[in-house]
């Protein structure tokens, strides 16, 4: 109950949670480390937090399956970071720039963030429905079976109906 979280910008039913890396782990953060550690200001700890996660990630390879309208891009480094990295409007424009149409986002698992295009519907549907099963299988770890697409705001929840 006093673990720190935010609603997720780009769907309700998840949450962001902020936590200390430990060389063996992860500690969540609470109102309480909120207060201590970042004066209460959130603004401050969420840029702290972004700003560690986006230098992280320049440390860890995405790693890529197919091409052309069939390119995959992903990280499933293990870190426990991978689907927060979808949080990073910055990666996703640079790793939109590599995929064919419109960027698509699949974040079954925590440690899972997977990215492909619309140019081939056929192939973001099987995408789509790939989501939906990592999801059903992950158990604990699972996060969201849904598609997000990347707009001008930023992610969002796909149209069903689109894919």
Avoid: K, N
């Amino acid at each position: 109950p006093s673990t720190l979280r935010l609603p997720c910008p780009f769907d309700p039913d998840l949450s962001v949670f902020f936590v200390w890396e430990l060389p063996h782990g992860h500690v969540p953060l609470s109102e309480l480390d909120l207060r201590r550690d970042f004066g209460g200001d959130l603004d401050r700890l969420q840029a702290a937090a972004y700003g560690a996660l986006g230098d992280r990630t320049t440390l860890v390879p995405a790693e890529s399956q197919g091409e052309g309208p069939q390119l995959v891009l992903g990280f499933v480094s293990g870190d426990g970071f991978d689907a927060a990295r979808a949080l990073l409007p910055e990666l996703l424009e640079a790793l939109a720039e590599w995929i064919p149409g419109r960027l698509h986002v699949i974040l079954p698992t925590r440690d899972l963030l997977m990215v492909l295009g619309d140019a081939d519907p056929e192939f973001l549907t099987e995408g789509a429905a790939h989501a939906a099963a990592l999801f059903r299988a992950a158990g604990e770890e699972r996060l969201s079976p849904r598609l997000y697409r990347l707009t001008d705001e930023g992610l969002a929840i796909a149209d069903p109906a689109l894919v």
